[in-house]
Structures are given as C-alpha cells and as structure tokens.
C-alpha cells in the first residue's frame, strides 16, 4: 500500500482542440499533479492534498471552475462544488457562488464548521463572508473565452458544454455532436495517502448558458464526488447523466458490495452512461488508481508512490516518468 492521486480537469476533450488550448492545460495539469506529490510526499493528509490541488485547478484560468468558470444565460457565473473525506464520510458542498475564490476551501468550511452538507446561493455567500473567505468581484472570474463561448451558445440557442470549440456562423446549426455538442468540463482530484485515508473533490462553474439556478453533478455527494474506506471518486462529463446515474456513488457501491476491483468498477457506470457524457478519476485504499471515460478524451494526471506518472487527454499518455 501506498500513496496515490489522481486529477482531472474536465472531459469531453475534442480530437480538434487545436494546440494553443490544449498546451496551456497540459502544463495546468503537470502543476497541479507536481503540487498533489509534494503534499503526499510531506506526509500531508488526504483530505488537505485534494483540497489544496482543487484549489490550485480552480485558480487556473483555463479550467472550468473558480477563476475559468463558464457564464450562465445573464452572463454571470454559479460556481459550486464538493468535498468528502473516506474514512469519516464527513462532507460538504456550496452552490451558486458568484464571489468567492476558492468554492471547494468553502466546501470545506462547510464539513468543518456548520452542522450542514449543503449550502447554497445567499446562505452560502453570506457563511463565506462570516468565515473571512476571500472573495472578489463577480467580474474577476469572468474571462475573454467564456464571453465567447457564452456567445456562440446563445447564437446556436443551446446549452453548451465548455470544451466546445468555435465555430463558424454558419456551421453551427449542422455542427456534428462530437465537434461540437459533447465537450464538457470541470476539476476535481482524489488521494489516498501513506496511512490509507481517502479524500475526493470537485469543483465546477457548469454548463455554458445554463438556466440561472442550475445545479449539476459536481456539488451532489454521491453524484459528481464520493469517497468511503475502499474509494475515492471525482466525475466529470454532462451533469444531469451523472445524477441519473449516481455514478461515484456506484463505483464505491460495486466494490463494496459486489466485489470488484476498482478498475472494474470505475468501468461500469462509465460504460452505462449514454455516449460522451461520463468520466471519473478514481484511488482505492490500496493505491489502485484508474481514470476511464465515454467521451472523446478527458484531461487527466495520476501519480503513484512507486515513481509512476501520468498526464493523458485521449487515449495514449502525453507523459509517462519515474
């Protein structure tokens, strides 16, 4: 047994993602995997090394959560998120941000400090203010190509998830579904440490011009975040096949209850999802670690006590070192 991390940041990826918005998230996820191993390697609790990796993903403009977050039908952002510890099953959740900087460290105050799992819009604005959290403007999260996107979606009168790429005017309206329709993002990590704790966290802005209230995956326990004391999960894809499916819930479920190995049952509810709407990362207590998916590709980067490490996005690694 021994310590090991998995993240992602976001699936879905498309074929076509040219180069100059591919490369800045690789190099995104390469730190952010660099940040997870030095905190395990110090020893530091799984709990606080997918909170502090999260955090750094959501800092990273590129991604869609905290700083990166993608605009809802008024062009503003609803951030939310979740975290869950394995060995106690205490967690916590936040929806419908619009100020505060860092959604999962408020996830987080919210398994710590309240006797709640859950809170959302002003309840969780106003919990954030009490605690001192750092906030900033609503502008501060708003970037050029979420405008962009926001506006391409609202041209193509669509719901659109935020790895799709722009398109011409006119080819919008007879874009292919796998160029255009199936891309989705959000970020989330997984440990477990030197001791076997295990943690999960996810943290997302959503789906491009979304209705003002929506919620997905990624704050539900059991949906888009779960962890026990055989796994931890962090899903990512379309939010509303992820609630249908109670997808981290049912990884943890199979083995707990049918005995598969994780790599088994991370696989199952992958392959159940409707096509191109799924993809997890995922550890065991035992430092198993796998990261299947549905869609085109997945951002993604795992890291093992035993020097191995991985950064992929589609089917072959972009990075394998000891």
Not at 72 to 99: Q, W
Not at 245 to 272: C, I, N
Request: glycine share 10%.
């Amino acid at each position: 047994m021994g310590w090991a991390i998995a993240l992602h940041g976001g699936a879905g990826v498309p074929l076509s993602m040219p180069p100059e918005n591919r490369l800045p998230r690789e190099a995104g996820l390469r730190h952010c995997l660099d940040v997870g191993i030095a905190a395990l390697k110090s020893h530091m609790h799984a709990l606080d090394v997918v909170e502090l990796v999260v955090r750094e993903l959501e800092n990273f403009p590129h991604f869609n959560a905290g700083k990166g977050s993608v605009l809802n039908t008024l062009g503003t952002v609803e951030m939310e998120a979740s975290i869950m510890d394995g060995k106690t099953k205490k967690c916590g959740a936040v929806s419908g941000l619009t100020t505060v900087v860092n959604p999962i460290s408020l996830a987080r105050l919210v398994m710590d400090k309240t006797p709640h799992i859950y809170l959302a819009f002003h309840g969780a604005e106003a919990f954030a203010r009490e605690q001192g959290v750092e906030t900033a403007d609503p502008t501060h999260f708003i970037t050029p190509e979420n405008i962009e996107r926001l506006q391409q979606a609202k041209e193509a009168n669509r719901v659109q998830i935020d790895y799709t790429q722009p398109m011409p005017r006119e080819a919008k309206k007879n874009a292919a579904i796998a160029n255009g329709d199936s891309q989705t993002g959000t970020v989330g990590c997984v440990a477990v440490d030197s001791e076997g704790n295990l943690a999960s966290a996810t943290s997302t802005g959503g789906l491009v011009n979304k209705m003002v209230g929506r919620i997905g995956d990624s704050p539900i326990i059991g949906a888009g975040t779960y962890a026990n004391h055989l796994c931890a999960v962090s899903a990512t894809g379309r939010g509303e096949a992820i609630l249908r499916g109670t997808v981290a819930r049912d990884v943890a479920a199979l083995m707990e209850f049918k005995g598969l190995s994780l790599k088994e049952a991370a696989a199952y509810p992958v392959d159940q999802a409707p096509p191109g709407t799924v993809g997890l990362v995922a550890v065991s207590s035992t430092g198993e670690v796998t990261m299947p998916f549905n869609t085109p590709g997945m951002f993604r980067a795992c890291a093992t006590e035993d020097g191995y490490s991985e950064i992929s996005i589609w089917d072959s690694p972009i990075k394998v070192s000891n």
